[in-house]
C-alpha cells in the first residue's frame, strides 16, 4: 500500500468484537487507520465531519439500527460511493440480502476467535486496499 494511511471507521456496540477488529488488523500489519464508534447515530456525526475510506458496520446496535445508518449514508453525497462492508453475527439471508439492496459493498460474518478476525483482516487489507480501486 502507497501513500498515506486508509482510514476506517469501525460502528459496533460490542466492545468484545471491537477489540477483535483492532487486534486483528494490528496483528495482520495493516496500515489502516481505525476509528470506532459504538453507535449508528455517533457515528452518522462523524461522518458528517470527517471523510473515511472504508465503513465496517455492525448491524444490530441499540438505538438506530446499522441497516438504517446504511440507508441514511447511501443518501448522503459525502458518503454515497464510500465502501460499506456489513460485519454481523447475523449470517440470515434476509439480512444479507436487505445489506446488499441498501447499499452495502460487501457482507461477513463475524468470527468466532482471534484467527478468524484476523483472517478477515488480512482479506480485507488484501483486497480493499491492496487491490480494489475506491472513489
Same mark, same amino acid.
Given at each position: 500500500?502507497?501513500?498515506?494511511?486508509?482510514?476506517?471507521?469501525?460502528?459496533?456496540?460490542?466492545?468484545?468484537?471491537?477489540?477483535?477488529?483492532?487486534?486483528?488488523?494490528?496483528?495482520?500489519?495493516?496500515?489502516?487507520?481505525?476509528?470506532?464508534?459504538?453507535?449508528?447515530?455517533?457515528?452518522?456525526?462523524?461522518?458528517?465531519?470527517?471523510?473515511?475510506?472504508?465503513?465496517?458496520?455492525?448491524?444490530?446496535?441499540?438505538?438506530?439500527?446499522?441497516?438504517?445508518?446504511?440507508?441514511?449514508?447511501?443518501?448522503?453525497?459525502?458518503?454515497?460511493?464510500?465502501?460499506?462492508?456489513?460485519? #454481523?453475527?447475523? =449470517?440470515?439471508?434476509? @439480512?444479507?440480502?436487505?445489506?446488499?439492496?441498501?447499499?452495502?459493498?460487501?457482507? !461477513? /460474518?463475524? %468470527? #468466532?476467535?482471534? =484467527?478468524?478476525?484476523? @483472517?478477515?483482516?488480512?482479506?480485507?487489507?488484501?483486497?480493499?486496499?491492496?487491490? !480494489? /480501486?475506491? %472513489?
Amino acid at each position: 500500500m502507497g501513500g498515506s494511511a486508509r482510514k476506517l471507521i469501525v460502528v459496533d456496540d460490542d466492545p468484545v468484537d471491537v477489540r477483535f477488529v483492532m487486534r486483528a488488523f494490528s496483528d495482520a500489519g495493516s496500515m489502516i487507520e481505525i476509528t470506532h464508534v459504538a453507535d449508528a447515530e455517533l457515528a452518522s456525526d462523524r461522518l458528517d465531519r470527517e471523510a473515511f475510506d472504508y465503513i465496517l458496520l455492525d448491524i444490530n446496535m441499540p438505538g438506530t439500527s446499522g441497516m438504517d445508518l446504511l440507508k441514511r449514508l447511501r443518501g448522503r453525497a459525502r458518503t454515497a460511493v464510500t465502501p460499506v462492508i456489513m460485519l #454481523s453475527s447475523s =449470517s440470515s439471508t434476509a @439480512d444479507v440480502n436487505r445489506a446488499y439492496e441498501n447499499g452495502a459493498n460487501a457482507y !461477513a /460474518v463475524k %468470527p #468466532s476467535t482471534l =484467527s478468524g478476525y484476523r @483472517d478477515f483482516a488480512e482479506g480485507f487489507t488484501r483486497f480493499w486496499v491492496d487491490v !480494489a /480501486v475506491s %472513489p
